[in-house]
């Protein structure tokens, strides 16, 4: 292991090792607060020892929190590793609209995805909270407003069409696979810019293993002695080798000639050094911090929209009035009906159950005062669930979502508050780009049903959501086209 220099600049592959290592020793999970947290005043909830329930809630999630929802009623208390730690999940609109409305320096969102901190680093955004948290959003905010979003369009574009172009005029596939290898293709692109072709080769397969860890890695990272053996020492070599790339990638970024036109996240990044956020003597962003922010935009945003948009195809291929609709909107650049069906997607499949905050202080939450250390959280779904928020919430019906929004809080795939997933208009954008390319072209059917199966924190159609593709006749297309 080298010595790094002070500015934590990873000058060659060693350091690049160093760093990673560093991370994997101070980000354990479980290792910070070992405080224990007060019971008294808690909501009901099951009386199971904690280790049962962490894995009703990491693996059953889509049983468990209905049954506790049924057996408790709208806020219950989840007892889960380390120490029975209270995870108290409510379901009501208003009580999400407090929860996303907390002072964000009582309601800390960074404490409850520590788990994802061996992964993502100490400077993810994800992972931030207080003036640290502020810093970094304002930092990559700009990389996801409308002006960058417009400019990304045509990428996407680009994408998912030479994506359906690869596809044959009548195959059946998994959804699942062919929206994530599409979705990764956009979020490396959007995220590095035009790049070295066979680095970027090497680095699909990594960030794919990064996202298909399961969750008893994600916790076997709190215990450093695993990291020798079986699926956790692969986690770590793969950690340690997407990593080497990445900072290899900086390097030679910070040197590019075209740095200053470039309009990828990693040289707005680079350029938001020297005169930039921290004021004219800022040193700009370590190598350190900008792998960890590139890192969690890879894995943040690609097998997230890429599980919406299967979904999507999923529940059109079960319905041929939608489908038709939905092919004719695709023709005739109805742009607003494909986001209905995306979001109607999001609504009914929840891609992330549940939102988190960790309380700094004791505070007051639907009328429940909770002791400091608990965790409070919507839960995304029974939110989406709830029929006195969506009436006939098992109908996947995407007129929801035209005409009018359902109301404030009752659907919340992307969070909320000034934690909101970043991400939100552009997976919207993408969603839309990749429907319209797809239906325009092809006609789906979806072969069997399917259910959503965990996968890291994530939930994603258990069976990859497998679909047949059918390529739509010249006079097909007219016929969607006119809307007849
Ligand atoms: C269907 C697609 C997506 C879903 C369902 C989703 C969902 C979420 C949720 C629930 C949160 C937590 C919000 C909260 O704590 O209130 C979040 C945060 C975040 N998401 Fe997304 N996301 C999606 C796509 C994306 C994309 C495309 C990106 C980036 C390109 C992204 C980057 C992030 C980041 C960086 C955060 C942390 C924000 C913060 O803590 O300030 N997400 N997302």
């Known amino acids: 292991m080298t010595s790094l220099k002070p500015d934590q600049m990873a000058s060659n592959d060693a350091d690049a090792r160093a760093l990673t290592a560093r991370r994997y020793e101070k980000m354990r999970p479980m290792a910070t607060s070992r405080r224990r947290v007060a019971r008294e005043g808690l909501p009901p909830g099951p009386r199971w020892p904690?280790?049962?329930?962490?894995?009703?809630?990491?693996?059953?999630?889509?049983?468990?929190?209905?049954?506790?929802?049924?057996?408790?009623?709208?806020?219950?208390?989840?007892?889960?590793?380390?120490?029975?730690?209270?995870?108290?999940?409510?379901?009501?609109?208003?009580?999400?609209?407090?929860i996303f409305a907390g002072d964000p320096e009582v309601f800390h969102a960074g404490k409850g995805n520590a788990i994802l901190g061996p992964m993502m680093g100490e400077h993810s955004l994800l992972l931030q909270d207080s003036a640290e948290h502020k810093r970094a959003r304002k930092l990559l905010m700009p990389a996801f407003n409308g002006h960058a979003l417009r400019e990304y369009a045509a990428l996407v574009t680009d994408v998912a069409s030479a994506e359906a172009e690869s596809w044959l005029p009548d195959e059946s596939f998994s959804a699942l696979e062919r929206m994530n290898r599409l979705t990764l293709e956009v979020i490396l692109r959007v995220v590095f810019g035009v790049s070295d072709e066979a680095r970027l080769t090497e680095m699909r397969p990594l960030v794919n293993k990064v996202v298909d860890v399961s969750p008893a890695i994600l916790f076997g990272h709190g215990i450093p002695r695993l990291q020798k053996f079986g699926p956790w020492k692969a986690a770590v070599d793969n950690s340690v080798e997407l990593d080497r790339l990445i900072y290899a990638e900086i390097r030679e970024r910070r040197a590019a000639v075209d740095l200053a036109e470039r309009t990828d996240v990693l040289s707005r990044l680079i350029r938001v050094g020297g005169g930039g956020l921290d004021g004219p003597d800022s040193d700009g962003l370590t190598d350190e911090e900008l792998r960890d922010q590139l890192v969690t935009l890879l894995l943040a945003g690609h097998e997230t929209t890429a599980t919406a948009l299967a979904w999507a195809l999923y529940e059109l291929g079960r319905s041929p009035a939608l489908l038709a609709r939905a092919q004719s909107a695709a023709l005739q650049g109805d742009d607003d009906h494909l986001e209905a069906v995306l979001k109607?997607?999001?609504?009914?499949?929840?891609?992330?159950?549940?939102?988190?905050?960790?309380?700094?202080?004791?505070?007051?939450?639907?009328?429940?005062?909770l002791p400091a250390g608990a965790t409070v959280g919507p839960s995304i779904i029974i939110a989406h669930a709830r029929g006195d928020n969506h009436p006939s919430p098992a109908e996947f019906r995407p007129d929801r979502f035209e005409g009018g929004q359902p109301a404030t809080n009752t659907w919340i795939p992307f969070g909320g508050g000034v934690r909101r997933c970043i991400g939100a208009g552009f997976s919207l954008m993408e969603g839309v780009?990749?429907?319209?390319?797809?239906?325009?072209?092809?006609?789906?059917?979806?072969?069997?049903?399917?259910?959503?199966?965990?996968?890291?924190?994530?939930?994603?159609?258990?069976?990859?959501?497998?679909?047949?593709?059918t390529r739509h006749s010249g006079t097909e297309q007219n016929a969607f086209r006119a809307g007849t």
């Open 50 to 98: 904690a280790s049962l329930q962490s894995i009703a809630l990491l693996r059953f999630r889509h049983q468990f929190v209905p049954w506790a929802h049924r057996r408790y009623g709208d806020v219950f208390t989840v007892r889960v590793l380390p120490q029975g730690r209270p995870l108290v999940l409510f379901t009501r609109p208003e009580h999400a609209r407090e």
């Open 433 to 469: 780009v990749v429907l319209r390319e797809v239906l325009s072209q092809f006609a789906v059917e979806s072969l069997g049903a399917d259910r959503p199966k965990v996968r890291n924190i994530t939930s994603v159609p258990g069976k990859g959501a497998m679909i047949r593709v």
């Open 344 to 369: 109607e997607s999001m609504r009914i499949h929840p891609v992330i159950p549940m939102v988190v905050r960790t309380l700094m202080r004791p505070a007051t939450v639907g009328g429940h005062h």
